[in-house]
């Protein structure tokens, strides 16, 4: 099995960190360093192919020219995005809109629906997931006068949670937080609360009325619909199946088979280490089996995330 293996690019935050670099021995840019886009073909970081016959080809590129890789996928632009995100401080309490208000007002984007499995974190971490409103009005009037605490549903996390954020979904990373992040292939954000905060001196914009905009009312816990999630890679166990993606948490423990069939499948090892058909693989490490590809072998000790589109 040949998989693709990718150059991260990095972004620095007002809210990073330097973790990444301890974690998993990245070269980060900053002490400040927030994401690793991993796997990415967004042109606001396009991931470049390392090794193999596509050495040096950005990601974007690959999807478009050789879609024999990538099986049935009909999707214009390569579907998913895969991120590291190292939250030193908050993140600003925002909310993504769906495909189709990201069309109309965002030059074509798509929405972005986001997964979170959370990698390490405080012992007293939390994150934001939705909110307590129960009309349009009411959630309006939560933020035009600042009532933050009574809005925002806080809750505590630890290593191992998994949540999805649906479109339209109010949300937080929070402080002390390592997350993996499977996501559409989008970079729209709608910033409603930044907590007051300065980056160069200036308050970050905010996007109120594009929030409300899209904001769902009430907040609904989605669904994971696990029985889709039934693949022949039996070791893979379901975190998450919904229109535009299913992930899997799996753990190796001496030797299991790889199949992609024919979707491609994006990998990230989120601990120890492994061969694939003898080629080493190490936590930190993300790469894409191409789809109708023959059946690797993996051996070692290992935890992965992977997700298709
Ligand atoms: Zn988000």
Not at 108 to 122: F, Q, R, V
Not at 206 to 211: A, G, Q
Request: proline content about 4%; overall charge negative; glycine content about 8%.
């Amino acid at each position: 099995m040949d998989i693709i293996r990718l150059k991260p690019v990095f972004k620095q935050m007002i809210w990073g960190g330097n973790r990444m670099r301890a974690e998993y021995g990245y070269d980060i840019p900053g002490e400040d360093t927030g994401e690793c886009w991993a796997i990415s073909a967004h042109p606001n970081g396009d991931c470049e192919v390392v090794g193999g016959e596509y050495n040096g080809i950005k990601l974007s590129k690959l999807y478009e020219d050789h879609r024999e890789l990538f099986g049935d996928v009909e999707a214009d632009r390569f579907p998913l995005l895969t991120k590291i995100i190292d939250a030193n401080s908050d993140l600003s309490i925002q909310v993504h809109p769906d495909d189709k208000y990201a069309k109309e007002h965002e030059n074509g984007s798509l929405g972005k629906m986001e997964c979170w499995y959370i990698l390490d974190c405080d012992p007293e971490a939390t994150i934001i997931v939705g909110h307590n409103a129960s009309s349009k009005d009411e959630l309006c009037s939560m933020v035009h006068e600042g009532r933050w605490k009574e809005l925002l549903r806080e809750i505590p996390i630890k290593k191992g949670d998994f949540f999805q954020i649906a479109p339209g979904t109010i949300h937080a990373i929070k402080g002390g937080t390592l997350i993996l992040e499977t996501q559409q292939n989008s970079d729209i954000t709608y910033r409603l609360y930044d907590y007051d905060r300065l980056q160069n001196g200036k308050p970050r914009e905010l996007h109120i009325e594009k929030s409300l905009d899209v904001i769902r009312v009430p907040y609904e816990k989605p669904k994971a619909e696990l029985d889709k999630l039934k693949t022949k890679n039996t070791w893979f166990s379901g975190l998450q199946w919904c229109e535009r993606y299913s992930v899997w948490h799996a753990t190796l423990s001496g030797e299991e088979t790889l199949s992609s069939e024919d979707r491609f499948i994006l990998g990230s090892v989120i601990e120890g280490e492994c061969e694939l058909d003898g080629v080493a693989l190490k936590k930190g490490d993300h790469f894409i089996v191409p789809a109708d590809t023959e059946e690797g072998t993996l051996k070692g000790s290992a935890e992965f995330i992977f997700s298709m589109a």
